[in-house]
T-cell receptor
């Protein structure tokens, strides 16, 4: 398996523009997580899905952020409109069911810069 | 919700010395405690984990200890090498409930050759 795949790897956009980050989890993993990493706030959970259903979105900073998982092999995180304070590295991670292997596998991340 | 505190934030050791990183957690229901290593510009990767029915776990030069009563767990790296230089994150979660990890703030370990 290729592991968790994220695209794009780097994104530079201007304030006010819409940004869409993409993630393909490891095949067979039932859980998908979106994290944001900044120097100031560290690694923060934004939202996670189980079997394509959002379970906990309490970490989503505000209504400008939205996430979807239309099927088991694809998820998106959208920011509209983007702001400079959204600049961060966004990681997607996936894992198997409870009771099985529990490790979360991280993707390579998307480095977002909003100018 | 869960809160995980990690210290120190930075740690510098000489090659061959041991390094210890400590974390405390707040939710007594947490029962899964992984440690991730993140090299500069790379993704976090699991290096070792421990579950609440175990007090200690070792994997070559790395060991983790857990004290559920005190709600703290520690990462021990012996015979450190320059390639151990990275940021280390502890985390906690409930395996059968809310499965999201709550991460500590990270420790930047620098191993001086």
């Amino acid at each position: 398996d290729a592991g968790v795949i994220q695209s794009p790897r780097h994104e530079v956009t201007e304030m006010g523009q819409e940004v869409t980050l993409r993630c393909k989890p490891i095949s067979g993993h039932d859980y998908l997580f979106w994290y944001r990493q900044t120097m100031m706030r560290g690694l923060e959970l934004l939202i996670y899905f189980n079997n394509n259903v959002p379970i906990d979105d309490s970490g989503m900073p505000e209504d400008r952020f939205s996430a979807k998982m239309p099927n088991a092999s694809f998820s998106t995180l959208k920011i509209q409109p983007s702001e400079p304070r959204d600049s961060a590295v966004y990681f997607c991670a996936s894992s198997l069911n409870p009771g099985q292997e529990n490790e979360q596998y991280f993707g390579p991340g998307t480095r977002l810069t909003v100018t | 919700g869960e809160n995980v505190e990690q210290h120190p934030s930075t740690l510098s050791v000489q090659e061959g010395d041991s390094a210890v990183i400590k974390c405390t957690y707040s939710d007594s229901a947490s029962n899964y405690f992984p440690w991730y290593k993140q090299e500069l510009g790379k993704r976090p990767q699991l290096i070792i984990d421990i579950r609440s029915n175990v007090g200690e776990k070792k994997d070559q030069r790395i060991a983790v200890t857990l004290n559920k009563t005190a709600k703290h767990f520690s990462l021990h790296i012996t015979e450190t090498q320059p390639e151990d230089s990275a940021v280390y994150f502890c985390a906690a979660s409930i395996e059968t409930g809310r499965r999201a990890l709550t991460f500590g703030s990270g420790t930047r370990l620098q191993v001086q050759p």
